[in-house]
């Protein structure tokens, strides 16, 4: 990992989200699941962000304007700069056979790097609004889509094979119940993104666990 000041070339809209382009100076974009830690500026805790597309020379994030922190980084226009740390974490186990992709909301942010590298295997994504579902049109046009009141639960078939999955937490453990040997990529609150904060402590299977140093692919 390093600690890098990147420029940034530029933003787009994708549906109610902002697809945050940086150039990737000397990072490199690491395995599909793994974090940044993007620093907005005038805030003083970064976020944790997944990579969702590593063009050439370039680093994308997908960003979800919710907060202070998160909206700076949407307001960022060409030719400004923040300071990224990364790759960070646990990525996902890419030597699957029959991979099936499976994200909610937000959570379909590493879709498309981790669709890139395993030669876009089949996906599902579940919204709950038709806004927040043009995402995936734009960026895993392969993908099944669920608006709410469906779940994306729903669309997982009978033999599902290798799932991979990221999106809110009952979302996973409603894919867990189904596929107990899913790779699932869970969120938590992070300040530092290398194990020194403890802000990350989630509690899985009973036991305490730093997402940003065992995770966020459990
Ligand atoms: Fe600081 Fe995990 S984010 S310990």
């Not at 300071?83 to 909301?105: C, E, F, K």
């Amino acid at each position: 990992m390093r600690r890098e000041l990147l420029g940034v070339t530029g933003t787009e809209p994708i549906g109610t989200y902002t697809l945050l382009r940086l150039e990737r100076g000397g990072l490199e974009p690491g395995v599909p699941g793994q974090f940044f830690m993007l620093e907005a500026p005038g805030r003083l805790l970064p976020r944790p962000m997944s990579l969702c597309q590593a063009p050439p020379g370039e680093l994308a994030f997908l960003i979800d304007p919710i907060g202070p922190g998160t909206r700076a980084l949407c307001a960022l226009e060409a030719g400004a700069a923040i300071h990224v740390l990364g790759p960070l974490g646990n990525g996902y186990d890419l030597s699957v056979q029959r991979p099936l992709l499976v994200a909610g909301g937000i959570g379909i942010a590493p879709m498309p790097y981790l669709s890139e590298r395993l030669g876009s295997p089949p996906a599902l994504v579940g919204f709950r609004t038709e806004a927040h579902a043009d995402a995936a049109r734009l960026l895993l046009p392969q993908a099944e889509i669920a608006v709410d009141p469906q779940l994306v639960t729903h669309l997982l078939p009978e033999d599902p094979g290798d799932v991979l999955a990221c999106g809110p937490e009952p979302m996973l453990e409603a894919v867990r119940d189904r596929v107990p040997t899913a790779q699932l990529a869970w969120e938590a609150p992070m300040a530092c993104g290398y194990g020194a904060c403890f802000g990350c402590v989630v509690e899985i299977d009973e036991r305490y666990t730093r997402l940003c140093i065992e995770g966020p692919v459990l």
